[in-house]
Nanobody, 121 residues
Framework: QVHLVESGGGLVQAGGSLRLSCEVS????????MGWFRQVPGKEREFVAA????????SYAGSVKGRFTISRDNAKNIMYLQMNSLKPEDTAVYYC??????????????WGQGTQVTVSS
C-alpha cells in the first residue's frame, strides 16, 4: 500500500506560480512511476506530468510543457509540481498518483485526495 497526500494548492493570479507537494509513504516505491493529474467538473481527469522515482526521467502534457516542472526528493519522499506562468485554464483539482507498472494512466493504483488550484484572470 502506498499513501499519497497532496498540499500546496490555492488561489493565484494569472502569470503567478504555485508549488504542489505530494508526500509519499508506505511500501517500497523505488520502482514506481508517479505523477500528477488534474480534473475540472464535467471533464475527464487529464495527465499533467510524470516522473520515475528511480532515475528521475520525466514526461509532460503538451499544455504544461515549459511551464511546469515535476521533481522528487528521495530523502524526504516528496514529489513536487512547480507551476509557473499559470493560466486560468490551469484551474482544476490536482491529484498525485502512483503505479508500480512503469506507466501512468487514469487507472493508476494509488491516488491522493486532491488539492484545488484556482487561477484568476
Amino acid at each position: 500500500q502506498v499513501h499519497l497526500v497532496e498540499s500546496g494548492g490555492g488561489l493565484v493570479q494569472a502569470g503567478g506560480s504555485l508549488r504542489l507537494s505530494c508526500e509519499v509513504s508506505g511500501r517500497t516505491f523505488s520502482r514506481y512511476i508517479m505523477g500528477w493529474f488534474r480534473q475540472v467538473p464535467g471533464k475527464e481527469r487529464e495527465f499533467v506530468a510524470a516522473i520515475k522515482w528511480s532515475g528521475g526521467s520525466t514526461s509532460y502534457a503538451g499544455s504544461v510543457k515549459g511551464r511546469f516542472t515535476i521533481s522528487r526528493d528521495n530523502a524526504k519522499n516528496i514529489m513536487y509540481l512547480q507551476m509557473n506562468s499559470l493560466k486560468p485554464e490551469d484551474t482544476a483539482v490536482y491529484y498525485c498518483a502512483a503505479d508500480p507498472s512503469g506507466s501512468l494512466s487514469n487507472n493508476a493504483d494509488y491516488w491522493g485526495q486532491g488539492t484545488q488550484v484556482t487561477v484568476s484572470s
